[in-house]
């Protein structure tokens, strides 16, 4: 099945500790991105890539960091530094965003609840 | 910094009611898709709008895109609780980065 997997579903973690958080696509896609919403809130967008080895901080960028090694992964860390960190955080992938005409939709992973204790 | 919101933040309808969410973006879009998002779940895409005045329909769903490309809205027709979910638009920008900048949301309940 292709697809995008996010893991784990549940994750606690106790306040100072950093965390990685997992994601996986085999879509072939270029883009991936990292949201965070907070109950009954819309996605806020954490940072994005466009392709392999390049990122970019989004809108709320601060205590959190990013690799992309892969064009599969793109993993998460949620550091101590990051001062509400329970929430839950999606991952998504597209084709290239630039490329307009074409259908370039997201597809979202199921998602980690984060609780930071 | 630019923002997209959305109204209204909540919608209860009866079963059989019509809705309309409507979404407005500070600065214009190269284009606006609209996901939804059930209880517990991840968004999923329902449609992508990319011309000035475009409109499309899914069955019960219609999908405006304004002419000034920087508003859109979601119609649903005679809801069913199988609607209720969280619909949200998401428009992307013209100003270089080719991000995605998600609405607010509508959460709709629909009582049966």
């Known amino acids: 099945d292709g697809g995008i997997t996010q893991s784990p579903k549940y994750l606690f973690r106790k306040e100072g500790q950093n965390v990685t958080l997992s994601c996986e696509q085999n879509l072939n896609h270029d883009a991936m991105y990292w949201y965070r919403q907070d109950p009954g809130q819309g996605l806020r967008l954490i940072y994005y890539?466009?392709?392999?080895?390049?990122?970019q901080k989004g809108d709320i960028a601060e205590g959190y960091s990013v690799s992309r090694e892969k064009k599969e992964s793109f993993p998460l860390t949620v550091t101590s530094a990051q001062k509400n960190p329970t929430a839950f955080y999606l991952c998504?992938?597209?084709?290239?965003?630039?490329?307009?005409?074409?259908?370039?939709?997201?597809?979202f992973g199921p998602g980690t609840r984060l609780t930071v204790l | 910094g630019q923002q997209v919101m959305q109204i209204p933040q909540y919608q209860h309808v009866q079963e059989g009611e019509d809705f309309t969410t409507y979404c407005n973006s500070s600065t214009t879009l190269s284009n606006i898709q609209w996901y939804k998002q059930r209880p517990g779940g991840h968004p999923v895409f329902l449609i992508q709008?990319?011309?000035?005045?475009e409109v499309k329909k899914q069955k019960r769903l219609t999908f405006q895109f304004g002419e000034a490309k920087k508003n859109s809205s979601l119609h649903i027709t005679a809801t069913q609780t199988t609607d209720v979910g969280t619909y949200f638009c998401a428009g992307i920008t013209t100003s270089g980065t080719y991000k995605y900048i998600f609405g607010t949301g509508t959460r709709l309940k629909v009582l049966a």
């Open positions: 998504a992938s597209s084709i290239d965003p630039r490329l307009v005409s074409s259908y370039n939709e997201q597809f």
């Open positions: 709008l990319v011309k000035s005045g």
């Open positions: 890539s466009q392709i392999v080895n390049d990122f």
